[in-house]
Structure formats: structure tokens, C-alpha cells
């Protein structure tokens, strides 16, 4: 198991690590605003919520343990100043199989730090942990995650309708995904992301 103080995993201009104590101002500040919540499976957060989410996630092991959800800090490479973060699960039935959400802060969208992020942890994820099969979940009206998804070269597999129940309504979700064997064989697309990414826990 890795030691979640030395986890580290860079991709042009980001590096993603654990999500410390430290991060508490920032990561509340952007967690707190409703259009950031807009399309994830969260509410906004008070900060309360914020460092009762840190200190529990603190207690995960990088990687996760099959069935776990861990939260990993979204950190500019260059200053370590936190941009956002990002979420890692893998599937209890088979732990080959990982799924992930990304949430960036307001301030650092449309510059294309999601997209680094996403392919950070698409590299981590086939060729550090060697999961066969990684996927995503977006909201069809985020089309912001829709460009981004697509823009690193996952398929769209599935339009769910009504798949999930949030902010007071039934939401339709598309599912993307990517194999082992498609991350090898990839060709790295140049659009930088837009908005905000994958639903995060």
C-alpha cells in the first residue's frame, strides 16, 4: 500500500497529492459555491463540512481499498497552490475497475488544468495501479465534463435517464469510459477542458 504523505503524481502544469489540513481555506471557499455544486453529487459545503471531509478522507489509503472512494488535492506544480481536487474509487466487485470526479475551483477553469489533471490520473490509474477499465459519470447539461471526457479520448458509453436524484430533481447522466488497451494505444488530444469536470463525492 502506498504512503498516502509520499503520494505524487504530475502531468504538465499540475501534480496531484494528498489532500491535507493545510488545504481547508481554499478547498471550502470553492466547495461552498453553488455553481461549483451545480452538477455534483454535493451540496455546498459549509466549513464545517469542509474539514470534517478532510480529516475523514485523511483515514483513506492512496490508492484506495476496493470499495473506497479517497479525495486527492488538484495542486498547481509550480507554487502548490490548490486549483481543486479530484476523486478515486475502485470497484469492490472487481478492483480492476476504477472510476474518478474531478471539481475545479472557479478561478482556474477553461485554463485547461482539468484536462492535465484528468490524464494525470488516467496515467496513475493503468499504468501505476494497472486497472483495466476506468469511467466516469457526468451530467448531460455539463457540457463543460462532456468536452473534457471527450477531449482526453473516453468513450461515450451510455445516456442513463433520470440516473440520479439531485438539487431537488431527476438528472440524466452519461457514462464514459476507457480501457487498458485504448490508454496505450492513445494519441494525446490538444483542446483544453472547459468548466467544471466529472461528479465528485
Not at 474518478?100 to 488544468?113: E, M
Amino acid at each position: 500500500m502506498m504512503d498516502m504523505p509520499r503520494f505524487s503524481v504530475s502531468y504538465g502544469r499540475i501534480r496531484l497529492r494528498p489532500l491535507l489540513p493545510t488545504d481547508h481555506p481554499s478547498f471550502a471557499t470553492y466547495r461552498a459555491d453553488p455553481q461549483v455544486a451545480r452538477y455534483q453529487g454535493f451540496a455546498p459545503y459549509t466549513a464545517a463540512d469542509a474539514a470534517a471531509f478532510i480529516e475523514a478522507n485523511a483515514q483513506t489509503p492512496i490508492p484506495p481499498e476496493p470499495g473506497q472512494w479517497v479525495q486527492l488535492a488538484l495542486t498547481r506544480a509550480a507554487d502548490g497552490v490548490l486549483l481543486g481536487d479530484c476523486a478515486l474509487h475502485r470497484q469492490a466487485a472487481e478492483p480492476r475497475f476504477g472510476e474518478f470526479g474531478i471539481t475545479l475551483a472557479p478561478a482556474w477553469q477553461g485554463q485547461g488544468y482539468a484536462r492535465e489533471a484528468v490524464l494525470a490520473l488516467l496515467g496513475y490509474c493503468f499504468e501505476e495501479l494497472v486497472l483495466h477499465r476506468v469511467l466516469a459519470l457526468t451530467d448531460v447539461r455539463n457540457q463543460g465534463c462532456v468536452h473534457l471526457l471527450e477531449s482526453v479520448g473516453m468513450r461515450r458509453e451510455a445516456h442513463f435517464q433520470h440516473n440520479g436524484w439531485y438539487k431537488g430533481e431527476w438528472c440524466d447522466e452519461l457514462q464514459y469510459a476507457l480501457l487498458a488497451t485504448e490508454w496505450a494505444q492513445r494519441s494525446t488530444p490538444a483542446s483544453p477542458d472547459e468548466k467544471i469536470g466529472a461528479p465528485n463525492p
